[in-house]
Protein backbone atom coordinates (compact mmCIF):
# COMPACT_ATOMS: atom_id res chain seq x y z
CA UNK A 1 0.00 0.00 0.00
CA UNK A 2 2.73 2.65 1.09
CA UNK A 3 4.53 1.75 -2.42
CA UNK A 4 1.31 2.21 -3.93
CA UNK A 5 0.84 5.92 -2.44
CA UNK A 6 4.31 6.31 -3.34
CA UNK A 7 4.04 5.50 -7.30
CA UNK A 8 0.75 7.98 -7.38
CA UNK A 9 2.77 10.53 -5.56
CA UNK A 10 5.31 10.60 -7.50
CA UNK A 11 3.05 10.18 -10.99
CA UNK A 12 0.88 13.17 -9.94
CA UNK A 13 4.65 15.23 -9.77
CA UNK A 14 5.86 14.28 -13.25
CA UNK A 15 2.31 15.08 -14.73
CA UNK A 16 2.03 18.81 -13.05
CA UNK A 17 6.35 19.40 -13.94
CA UNK A 18 5.27 21.32 -17.22
CA UNK A 19 3.08 23.76 -15.44
CA UNK A 20 6.65 24.79 -14.25
CA UNK A 21 9.39 26.92 -15.45
CA UNK A 22 12.72 26.81 -15.14
CA UNK A 23 14.67 28.95 -12.54
CA UNK A 24 16.18 31.02 -15.06
CA UNK A 25 12.75 31.70 -16.81
CA UNK A 26 11.03 32.07 -13.90
CA UNK A 27 13.94 34.71 -12.53
CA UNK A 28 13.63 36.55 -15.85
CA UNK A 29 10.07 36.56 -15.81
CA UNK A 30 10.12 37.86 -11.90
CA UNK A 31 12.37 40.78 -12.49
CA UNK A 32 10.62 42.19 -15.09
CA UNK A 33 7.98 42.33 -13.17
CA UNK A 34 9.71 43.94 -10.38
CA UNK A 35 11.26 46.75 -13.02
CA UNK A 36 7.45 47.11 -14.19
CA UNK A 37 6.18 47.83 -11.01
CA UNK A 38 8.84 49.76 -10.03
CA UNK A 39 8.61 52.18 -12.71
CA UNK A 40 4.56 52.04 -12.21
CA UNK A 41 4.37 52.26 -8.16
CA UNK A 42 7.71 54.94 -7.86
CA UNK A 43 6.19 57.77 -10.19
CA UNK A 44 9.49 59.16 -10.49
CA UNK A 45 8.77 60.24 -6.79
CA UNK A 46 12.25 60.09 -4.88
CA UNK A 47 10.86 60.49 -1.44
CA UNK A 48 12.00 58.01 1.20
CA UNK A 49 8.46 57.40 1.72
CA UNK A 50 7.40 56.44 -1.96
CA UNK A 51 10.76 54.27 -2.43
CA UNK A 52 9.74 52.44 0.65
CA UNK A 53 6.50 51.70 -0.91
CA UNK A 54 7.24 50.90 -4.02
CA UNK A 55 10.55 48.89 -2.68
CA UNK A 56 7.80 46.47 -0.73
CA UNK A 57 5.26 46.12 -4.19
CA UNK A 58 8.83 45.07 -6.12
CA UNK A 59 9.78 42.73 -3.73
CA UNK A 60 6.33 41.24 -3.13
CA UNK A 61 5.53 41.66 -6.94
CA UNK A 62 9.28 40.17 -7.85
CA UNK A 63 8.62 37.03 -5.19
CA UNK A 64 4.80 35.85 -6.05
CA UNK A 65 6.15 36.08 -9.92
CA UNK A 66 9.00 34.02 -9.41
CA UNK A 67 7.48 31.08 -7.04
CA UNK A 68 4.44 30.75 -8.78
CA UNK A 69 6.33 30.15 -12.12
CA UNK A 70 9.19 28.08 -10.63
CA UNK A 71 6.82 25.97 -8.57
CA UNK A 72 3.59 25.39 -11.03
CA UNK A 73 1.49 26.10 -8.11
CA UNK A 74 -0.84 29.69 -7.75
CA UNK A 75 -4.04 29.37 -5.42
CA UNK A 76 -1.99 29.87 -2.14
CA UNK A 77 0.51 32.68 -3.20
CA UNK A 78 -2.13 34.44 -5.49
CA UNK A 79 -4.52 34.23 -2.23
CA UNK A 80 -1.45 36.62 -0.28
CA UNK A 81 -2.26 39.42 -2.55
CA UNK A 82 -5.86 38.72 -2.90
CA UNK A 83 -6.89 38.69 0.81
CA UNK A 84 -3.83 40.75 2.05
CA UNK A 85 -2.85 43.21 -0.33
CA UNK A 86 -6.14 44.63 -2.06
CA UNK A 87 -8.66 43.22 0.88
CA UNK A 88 -7.53 43.69 4.53
CA UNK A 89 -4.95 46.94 3.27
CA UNK A 90 -7.87 48.20 1.03
CA UNK A 91 -10.18 47.67 4.03
CA UNK A 92 -7.91 49.97 6.68
CA UNK A 93 -7.23 52.75 3.84
CA UNK A 94 -11.11 52.51 3.71
CA UNK A 95 -11.66 52.95 7.19
CA UNK A 96 -9.13 55.74 7.92
CA UNK A 97 -10.70 57.47 5.17
CA UNK A 98 -13.88 57.14 6.61
CA UNK A 99 -12.43 58.65 9.91
CA UNK A 100 -10.78 61.46 8.83
CA UNK A 101 -13.66 62.52 6.16
CA UNK A 102 -16.60 62.03 8.58
CA UNK A 103 -15.25 61.21 12.03
CA UNK A 104 -16.72 58.09 12.01
CA UNK A 105 -16.81 54.54 9.61
CA UNK A 106 -20.73 54.67 9.86
CA UNK A 107 -22.06 56.39 6.76
CA UNK A 108 -23.92 59.60 7.77
CA UNK A 109 -26.52 61.42 6.63
CA UNK A 110 -23.87 64.19 5.43
CA UNK A 111 -22.02 62.33 3.69
CA UNK A 112 -25.03 61.58 1.78
CA UNK A 113 -26.03 64.92 1.34
CA UNK A 114 -22.41 66.15 0.31
CA UNK A 115 -21.97 63.65 -2.18
CA UNK A 116 -18.59 62.44 -0.63
CA UNK A 117 -19.47 58.68 -0.01
CA UNK A 118 -16.87 56.49 -1.99
CA UNK A 119 -17.85 54.50 -5.15
CA UNK A 120 -17.24 51.20 -5.44
CA UNK A 121 -17.14 48.83 -8.73
CA UNK A 122 -20.02 47.20 -7.76
CA UNK A 123 -22.61 49.80 -8.44
CA UNK A 124 -21.21 50.17 -11.53
CA UNK A 125 -23.99 48.28 -13.64
CA UNK A 126 -26.53 49.91 -11.91
CA UNK A 127 -25.28 53.59 -11.61
CA UNK A 128 -23.44 53.91 -14.86
CA UNK A 129 -26.77 52.91 -16.86
CA UNK A 130 -29.02 55.44 -15.62
CA UNK A 131 -26.37 58.06 -15.97
CA UNK A 132 -25.78 57.13 -19.45
CA UNK A 133 -29.39 56.68 -20.61
CA UNK A 134 -31.08 59.67 -18.38
CA UNK A 135 -28.33 62.09 -17.01
CA UNK A 136 -28.71 61.26 -13.26
CA UNK A 137 -26.12 59.93 -10.93
CA UNK A 138 -28.33 57.85 -8.57
CA UNK A 139 -25.18 56.96 -6.19
CA UNK A 140 -23.80 59.71 -3.60
CA UNK A 141 -20.50 60.09 -5.20
CA UNK A 142 -19.17 62.84 -7.76
CA UNK A 143 -19.29 62.00 -11.64
CA UNK A 144 -15.82 62.05 -11.31
CA UNK A 145 -15.38 58.89 -9.32
CA UNK A 146 -17.72 56.98 -11.49
CA UNK A 147 -15.29 57.89 -14.49
CA UNK A 148 -12.37 57.08 -12.79
CA UNK A 149 -13.71 53.54 -11.28
CA UNK A 150 -15.07 52.45 -14.20
CA UNK A 151 -12.90 53.14 -16.72
CA UNK A 152 -10.38 50.79 -14.53
CA UNK A 153 -12.80 48.51 -14.02
CA UNK A 154 -13.71 48.40 -17.79
CA UNK A 155 -10.24 48.64 -18.87
CA UNK A 156 -8.83 45.38 -16.27
CA UNK A 157 -12.07 43.00 -17.09
CA UNK A 158 -11.03 43.34 -20.52
CA UNK A 159 -7.11 42.14 -20.13
CA UNK A 160 -8.39 39.71 -17.48
CA UNK A 161 -11.69 38.96 -17.62
CA UNK A 162 -13.50 37.54 -14.66
CA UNK A 163 -9.96 37.59 -13.19
CA UNK A 164 -10.81 40.73 -11.58
CA UNK A 165 -12.88 38.34 -9.21
CA UNK A 166 -9.74 36.03 -8.97
CA UNK A 167 -7.04 38.54 -8.61
CA UNK A 168 -8.12 42.12 -8.20
CA UNK A 169 -11.82 42.86 -6.45
CA UNK A 170 -11.04 44.51 -3.33
CA UNK A 171 -14.00 42.78 -1.73
CA UNK A 172 -14.20 39.35 -3.10
CA UNK A 173 -11.16 39.08 -0.35
CA UNK A 174 -13.97 37.95 2.57
CA UNK A 175 -15.70 34.78 1.13
CA UNK A 176 -12.17 33.94 0.04
CA UNK A 177 -10.68 33.84 3.52
CA UNK A 178 -13.78 31.84 4.95
CA UNK A 179 -14.11 29.51 2.12
CA UNK A 180 -10.13 28.85 2.40
CA UNK A 181 -10.27 27.95 6.47
CA UNK A 182 -11.44 24.64 6.75
CA UNK A 183 -9.66 21.69 4.67
CA UNK A 184 -13.20 20.16 4.13
CA UNK A 185 -16.68 21.39 3.63
CA UNK A 186 -19.04 20.76 6.32
CA UNK A 187 -21.84 21.09 3.79
CA UNK A 188 -20.53 19.85 0.55
CA UNK A 189 -22.57 22.09 -2.48
CA UNK A 190 -20.81 20.94 -6.06
CA UNK A 191 -23.58 21.22 -8.06
CA UNK A 192 -26.17 24.06 -7.79
CA UNK A 193 -29.55 23.96 -9.47
CA UNK A 194 -29.35 26.35 -12.33
CA UNK A 195 -31.63 28.54 -11.45
CA UNK A 196 -29.35 29.53 -8.97
CA UNK A 197 -26.67 30.45 -11.28
CA UNK A 198 -28.86 32.39 -13.66
CA UNK A 199 -29.85 34.29 -10.69
CA UNK A 200 -26.90 36.89 -10.47
CA UNK A 201 -27.69 37.61 -14.37
CA UNK A 202 -31.51 38.34 -13.49
CA UNK A 203 -30.68 40.28 -10.08
CA UNK A 204 -27.87 42.62 -11.94
CA UNK A 205 -30.53 43.31 -14.27
CA UNK A 206 -33.34 44.19 -12.29
CA UNK A 207 -31.61 46.43 -10.09
CA UNK A 208 -30.35 48.48 -13.52
CA UNK A 209 -34.16 48.76 -14.05
CA UNK A 210 -34.97 49.66 -10.28
CA UNK A 211 -32.16 52.26 -10.56
CA UNK A 212 -33.28 53.93 -14.08
CA UNK A 213 -36.81 53.80 -13.01
CA UNK A 214 -37.10 54.71 -9.73
CA UNK A 215 -33.45 56.57 -9.28
CA UNK A 216 -32.02 54.97 -6.53
CA UNK A 217 -29.08 52.63 -5.93
CA UNK A 218 -31.34 49.90 -4.06
CA UNK A 219 -28.95 47.27 -3.69
CA UNK A 220 -26.37 49.77 -1.71
CA UNK A 221 -29.43 51.01 0.49
CA UNK A 222 -31.08 48.42 1.54
CA UNK A 223 -29.31 44.97 0.09
CA UNK A 224 -26.09 44.90 -0.01
CA UNK A 225 -24.35 42.48 2.82
CA UNK A 226 -20.64 44.21 2.51
CA UNK A 227 -21.98 46.86 4.45
CA UNK A 228 -21.21 44.36 7.26
CA UNK A 229 -18.20 46.31 7.11
CA UNK A 230 -17.97 49.00 4.27
CA UNK A 231 -20.30 52.09 5.04
CA UNK A 232 -22.38 50.61 8.36
CA UNK A 233 -25.61 53.07 8.23
CA UNK A 234 -25.60 54.60 11.40
CA UNK A 235 -29.11 53.41 13.33
CA UNK A 236 -30.81 55.81 15.06
CA UNK A 237 -34.41 54.98 13.57
CA UNK A 238 -36.90 51.41 13.49
CA UNK A 239 -35.95 51.66 9.64
CA UNK A 240 -32.58 52.03 9.65
CA UNK A 241 -32.51 49.30 12.43
CA UNK A 242 -34.36 46.93 10.12
CA UNK A 243 -31.64 47.71 6.92
CA UNK A 244 -28.93 47.26 9.17
CA UNK A 245 -30.01 43.37 10.59
CA UNK A 246 -30.07 42.73 6.37
CA UNK A 247 -26.82 44.05 5.69
CA UNK A 248 -25.49 41.94 8.95
CA UNK A 249 -27.49 38.94 8.12
CA UNK A 250 -26.16 39.22 4.66
CA UNK A 251 -23.11 39.10 5.36
CA UNK A 252 -22.87 36.49 8.36
CA UNK A 253 -24.86 34.09 5.44
CA UNK A 254 -23.16 34.83 2.13
CA UNK A 255 -19.46 36.14 3.40
CA UNK A 256 -18.92 34.58 6.76
CA UNK A 257 -20.78 31.13 7.68
CA UNK A 258 -21.84 30.02 4.54
CA UNK A 259 -18.24 30.02 2.45
CA UNK A 260 -17.01 28.34 5.87
CA UNK A 261 -19.38 25.40 6.07
CA UNK A 262 -19.46 24.99 1.66
CA UNK A 263 -15.88 26.20 0.92
CA UNK A 264 -17.66 28.24 -1.63
CA UNK A 265 -17.32 31.75 -2.41
CA UNK A 266 -21.26 32.30 -1.92
CA UNK A 267 -21.24 36.38 -2.31
CA UNK A 268 -18.87 36.11 -5.47
CA UNK A 269 -20.85 33.31 -7.17
CA UNK A 270 -24.52 34.30 -6.55
CA UNK A 271 -25.22 37.84 -5.11
CA UNK A 272 -22.66 40.17 -6.16
CA UNK A 273 -24.39 42.37 -9.16
CA UNK A 274 -20.62 43.26 -10.84
CA UNK A 275 -20.19 39.33 -11.29
CA UNK A 276 -22.86 38.73 -14.79
CA UNK A 277 -20.80 42.49 -15.84
CA UNK A 278 -17.53 40.83 -15.43
CA UNK A 279 -18.31 37.66 -16.97
CA UNK A 280 -20.57 38.72 -19.68
CA UNK A 281 -17.81 41.36 -20.99
CA UNK A 282 -14.46 39.01 -19.64
CA UNK A 283 -16.16 36.44 -22.51
CA UNK A 284 -13.72 38.49 -25.12
CA UNK A 285 -10.67 38.57 -22.79
CA UNK A 286 -7.33 36.50 -24.58
CA UNK A 287 -6.67 34.87 -21.11
CA UNK A 288 -8.60 31.00 -20.64
CA UNK A 289 -8.52 28.15 -18.64
CA UNK A 290 -8.55 24.87 -20.34
CA UNK A 291 -8.59 21.50 -19.57
CA UNK A 292 -6.68 18.64 -21.92
CA UNK A 293 -8.94 16.60 -22.22
CA UNK A 294 -5.95 13.84 -23.12
CA UNK A 295 -3.90 14.26 -19.65
CA UNK A 296 -7.63 14.46 -17.53
CA UNK A 297 -8.26 11.24 -15.58
CA UNK A 298 -11.52 12.35 -15.07
CA UNK A 299 -10.89 12.02 -10.99
CA UNK A 300 -13.88 14.95 -10.56
CA UNK A 301 -11.40 17.08 -7.77
CA UNK A 302 -11.50 20.23 -9.90
CA UNK A 303 -15.28 20.32 -9.93
CA UNK A 304 -15.04 19.45 -6.27
CA UNK A 305 -12.37 22.08 -5.53
CA UNK A 306 -13.56 25.18 -7.50
CA UNK A 307 -15.36 27.86 -4.96
CA UNK A 308 -16.83 29.79 -7.72
CA UNK A 309 -18.75 26.44 -9.51
CA UNK A 310 -16.90 27.52 -12.97
CA UNK A 311 -16.24 23.86 -13.66
CA UNK A 312 -19.07 21.06 -14.08
CA UNK A 313 -19.23 17.57 -15.50
CA UNK A 314 -20.28 18.41 -18.52
CA UNK A 315 -17.57 21.82 -19.15
CA UNK A 316 -14.76 19.24 -18.07
CA UNK A 317 -15.99 16.55 -20.61
CA UNK A 318 -15.60 19.62 -23.22
CA UNK A 319 -11.72 20.59 -22.23
CA UNK A 320 -13.12 24.19 -20.40
CA UNK A 321 -14.32 25.98 -17.39
CA UNK A 322 -17.62 27.67 -17.54
CA UNK A 323 -17.83 31.86 -18.25
CA UNK A 324 -17.92 32.32 -14.58
CA UNK A 325 -14.21 31.02 -14.01
CA UNK A 326 -12.18 33.68 -12.27
CA UNK A 327 -8.80 31.96 -13.51
CA UNK A 328 -7.90 31.81 -9.22
CA UNK A 329 -5.61 28.48 -10.49
CA UNK A 330 -6.67 26.31 -7.63
CA UNK A 331 -8.24 24.13 -10.19
CA UNK A 332 -4.28 23.61 -11.62
CA UNK A 333 -3.22 23.21 -8.21
CA UNK A 334 -5.65 20.39 -7.70
CA UNK A 335 -5.64 18.62 -10.70
CA UNK A 336 -3.31 15.32 -10.11
CA UNK A 337 -2.30 15.35 -13.81
CA UNK A 338 -1.19 19.08 -14.74
CA UNK A 339 -4.06 18.72 -17.37
CA UNK A 340 -5.77 22.33 -16.81
CA UNK A 341 -3.41 25.66 -17.56
CA UNK A 342 -4.48 29.27 -18.66
CA UNK A 343 -4.32 29.09 -22.47
CA UNK A 344 -4.93 31.45 -25.30
CA UNK A 345 -8.02 32.22 -26.53
CA UNK A 346 -8.98 30.31 -29.93
CA UNK A 347 -5.48 28.52 -29.11
CA UNK A 348 -3.67 25.80 -27.27
CA UNK A 349 -0.60 27.93 -26.66
CA UNK A 350 0.14 27.84 -22.94
CA UNK A 351 0.01 31.82 -21.52
CA UNK A 352 0.80 31.15 -18.03
CA UNK A 353 3.90 33.22 -18.07
CA UNK A 354 2.20 35.85 -19.52
CA UNK A 355 -0.91 36.25 -17.37
CA UNK A 356 0.96 35.34 -13.92
CA UNK A 357 3.02 38.25 -14.19
CA UNK A 358 0.24 40.67 -15.63
CA UNK A 359 -1.81 39.49 -12.81
CA UNK A 360 0.27 40.05 -10.30
CA UNK A 361 0.88 43.60 -11.69
CA UNK A 362 -2.34 44.70 -12.00
CA UNK A 363 -3.71 43.40 -8.24
CA UNK A 364 -0.21 44.98 -6.40
CA UNK A 365 -0.37 48.54 -8.83
CA UNK A 366 -3.73 48.64 -7.11
CA UNK A 367 -2.74 47.84 -3.78
CA UNK A 368 -0.01 50.41 -3.56
CA UNK A 369 -2.24 53.06 -4.01
CA UNK A 370 -3.99 51.54 -0.80
CA UNK A 371 -0.55 51.46 0.83
CA UNK A 372 0.38 55.22 0.41
CA UNK A 373 -2.97 56.18 1.98
CA UNK A 374 -2.33 54.46 4.91
CA UNK A 375 1.62 55.41 4.59
CA UNK A 376 0.85 58.76 3.78
CA UNK A 377 -1.87 59.05 6.91
CA UNK A 378 0.95 57.45 9.34
CA UNK A 379 3.24 60.47 8.22
CA UNK A 380 0.83 63.12 8.14
CA UNK A 381 -2.40 62.37 9.36
CA UNK A 382 -4.26 63.57 6.18
CA UNK A 383 -5.81 61.27 3.76
CA UNK A 384 -5.04 61.04 -0.06
CA UNK A 385 -7.76 59.71 -2.37
CA UNK A 386 -7.12 56.55 -4.22
CA UNK A 387 -10.14 56.76 -6.37
Known amino acids: MFQSNKSESKGARCGTDHLKYSFAVSFTAAVITGLILYFLVGKGDSSSARLAVTAFIVIIGTALTFFILWTGRV ?3 RMVTFIGM ?10 LEHEVHRGSILLTSQALNNNSVPICPITIPFVAVPYFTEGKMVFPSPVTSLFAVLFMWLGLVLILGRGWCGWICFFGWMDQFFASLLKKPIIPLENPPKW ?3 FPYAFMLFLILVSAVFLIPIFCAFICP ?16 ITALIFVTGGLIFLVIGPLLTKKRLFCSFICPLMPANTLIGVINPFKVKIDTNLCKK ?9 LFAITKESLAKGR ?6 KCGKCMDKCPAGAINYKLMFTDQTIRLFFIPLAIIFNLLIASGFI ?16
Open 226 to 241: LRIIYDPPGVTTTFEW
Open 86 to 95: DGLIFTIALS
Open 75 to 77: NLL
Open 196 to 198: AKL
Open 299 to 307: CGLCVKSCE
Open 372 to 387: WTVVHYLMTGEIVSFQ
Open 321 to 326: TTIECA
